[in-house]
């Protein structure tokens, strides 16, 4: 895996997680904000060919 996927995949776990944490606070500003990250993350991946696995549920 070259250096700009991993980088890919470790800015979607972190959005991700900012995503939950905003979630379990209440904050819908800050959990749109990260779900358009996590949208335009997930478009640059595929015009990549990265291919990203669904976000883990824990």
């Known amino acids: 895996m070259g250096e700009f996927s991993r980088m890919i995949h470790q800015r979607l776990d972190d959005a991700y997680a900012s995503l939950r944490s905003a979630h379990a606070d209440g904050d819908t500003y800050l959990a749109d904000i990260r779900q358009e990250e996590i949208n335009d993350l ?3 991946a595929a015009n990549n060919d990265i291919g990203v696995e669904p976000p883990r549920c824990d």
């Open 42 to 44: 997930r478009r640059i």
